[in-house]
């Protein structure tokens, strides 16, 4: 098929994300290569939760960490998210429609190889460091990104 999909995941919500996730395994099953690019926010979703430190940062880097997602099950959702009670509802609601959760996605995203990107000055400004992020994410920057968006036969901005 050689046809090439490019996402990049500048949102850090639930919803958002799920989007994202289902579009590139869905793509993936027919046969497009996908990249994803996650910037600023979007990198809460592959952030890895077991990895986390607090070692070497900024004060500013220490609190960053300690007030955002520590990874995909943290996320909120974009409207109505209510503390949380909102994701909740959204959550028991896939359940009861046999549909798979964010965390399945990204999962299959991981197994498929859909290739992840780190954006490094996000991941610098941020106060994230490398091994805190998913195994799979490469860090680039941000000319790399663009020349892989511009190859694709889609880019989609989340």
């Known amino acids: 098929m050689d046809k090439k999909m490019n996402l990049l995941m500048f949102s850090g919500e639930y919803d958002k994300a799920m989007a994202g996730l289902i579009l590139a395994n869905a793509a993936k099953e027919i046969g497009v290569d996908v990249t994803m690019f996650f910037a600023f ?3 809460c979703l592959v952030r890895d939760p077991e990895h986390m430190t607090l070692e070497d940062k900024t004060l500013y880097e220490k609190m960053f960490a300690m007030m955002t997602p520590k990874g995909p099950d943290q996320l909120p959702l974009s409207r109505m ?4 009670l909102g994701k909740h509802m959204l959550e028991e609601m896939l359940k009861d429609d ?45 000319k790399t990104y663009l020349k892989d968006a511009l190859d694709s036969d889609m880019q989609l901005f989340i």
């Open 81 to 84: 998210n209510y503390a949380g």
């Open 41 to 43: 926010w979007g990198l």
């Open 98 to 142: 046999e549909a798979p959760q964010l965390i399945h996605f990204l999962k299959g995203a991981r197994k498929k190889h859909i290739k992840f990107y780190a954006c490094r000055l996000s991941v610098e400004v941020m106060g994230f460091k490398p091994e805190e992020l998913l195994p799979e994410v490469e860090i680039i920057d941000a």
